[in-house]
């Protein structure tokens, strides 16, 4: 095999490593967010009912 393939096969698998932790990162941010909303939803209609 030659060095240059196995460089390039090195930084394709290094990339698609960094993009599969983005990817995570942004669904956990994502779902962090919707949580979030949800709170503050509830917290207003409960407000909103009973205030």
């Given at each position: 095999?030659?060095?240059?393939?196995?460089?390039?096969?090195?930084?394709?698998?290094?990339?698609?490593?960094?993009?599969?932790?983005?990817?995570?990162?942004?669904?956990?941010?994502?779902?962090?967010?919707?949580?979030?909303?949800?709170?503050?939803?509830?917290g207003?209609?409960?407000?909103?009912?009973?205030?």
């Open positions: 095999m030659d060095d240059e393939e196995r460089i390039a096969r090195g930084v394709t698998r290094g990339l698609a490593r960094h993009e599969a932790a983005r990817a995570e990162a942004q669904g956990r941010q994502l779902l962090g967010c919707l949580l979030l909303f949800a709170v503050v939803v509830g207003f209609i409960l407000l909103v009912t009973y205030g």
